[in-house]
């Protein structure tokens, strides 16, 4: 009779949570194998050269070659995707294709791969669903050079303007402050932005800090069309400035009235 096999189901996982693989090569996720996933590594590093989802891809198939090749256990390589925008939706995008994984390999243990980007979310919602053994983040290796510094800081920077996730804080509070101050110009309000753009600065970095932009976005199906939108902004705004103007009318008409001026007659 047999000895009955001992090794164990062990899943070496690859996370995207912002979905580049998706975004840059059009490939369905989950992605279950070796071969589909060097397909896929390939694919996005040609997509994108820079990409680090390319890297952590290819660090985990040389994990899974390795492991595979010294025969203690039984490994299989697969590779999950959030969403590019990011909040609940990534988050249940992974649960989802996790899930999908686990049914097709069932295993109580996994070794994460990543690239460091947004482990503070990835890891909770791993360890929900299976035991996290072992942890290896890449990090890819630059030279110290000053030219090589400099590119990697332009790299940065085109990620903060053109990456949707990082965009709409790096653009859109600076866009907002400039229609403030448009607004502010036009009804001759300037020396009030000392008063307005430190509120609007600070309710920003209020909803960003405690996460409240990620609850209002789940929430984004119940919000007008855009045209819609941004009718609603300048008119919220229009009448912001309104109130500040009577305000201001008023306390500049009372100065104006003698002190012992006889009551207006009804």
Not at 42 to 64: K, V
Not at 83 to 90: H, M
Not at 165 to 170: E, G, I, N
Not at 172 to 177: A, R
Request: aromatic share 8%; charged share 20%; net charge negative.
């Amino acid at each position: 009779m047999a000895a009955p096999d001992s090794r164990r189901n062990i899943l070496i996982l690859c996370v995207d949570r912002d979905n580049d693989i998706g975004r840059k090569t059009g490939i369905e996720t989950p992605i279950l194998g070796r071969d589909a996933n060097l397909e896929a590594a390939s694919r996005l590093a040609l997509a994108d050269p820079e990409e680090a989802d390319a890297n952590a891809m290819f660090a985990a198939i040389s994990l899974y070659d390795r492991l595979t090749a010294e025969g203690e256990d039984i490994y299989q390589l697969a590779t999950i995707a959030g969403s590019s925008e990011g909040g609940i939706e990534a988050d249940r995008s992974l649960i989802n294709e996790l899930g999908v994984v686990l049914e097709r390999f069932p295993s109580r243990e996994v070794i994460l791969v990543t690239d460091g980007f947004a482990d503070e979310f990835v890891l909770p919602i791993i360890q929900s669903r299976i035991h996290i053994t072992s942890i290896r983040r890449v990090v890819v290796k630059h030279s110290e050079r000053i030219e090589e510094s400099w590119a990697i800081f332009l790299r940065y920077m085109k990620t903060l303007f053109n990456d949707p996730h990082y965009s709409r804080f790096s653009l859109g509070v600076p866009g907002i402050l400039l229609v403030v101050l448009g607004f502010l110009i036009v009804f001759d309000q300037l020396q009030n932005a000392g008063m307005i753009i430190p509120f609007i600065v600070g309710m920003t970095l209020l909803l960003r800090g405690f996460g409240i932009d990620k609850k209002l976005a789940s929430l984004r199906f119940m919000l007008p069309p855009p045209e819609k939108q941004l009718v609603l902004a300048s008119t919220g705004a229009g009448l912001i400035l309104s109130v500040i103007g009577g305000y201001l009318g008023v306390v500049e008409a009372v100065r104006f009235i003698p002190e012992n001026s006889p009551p207006l007659l009804v």
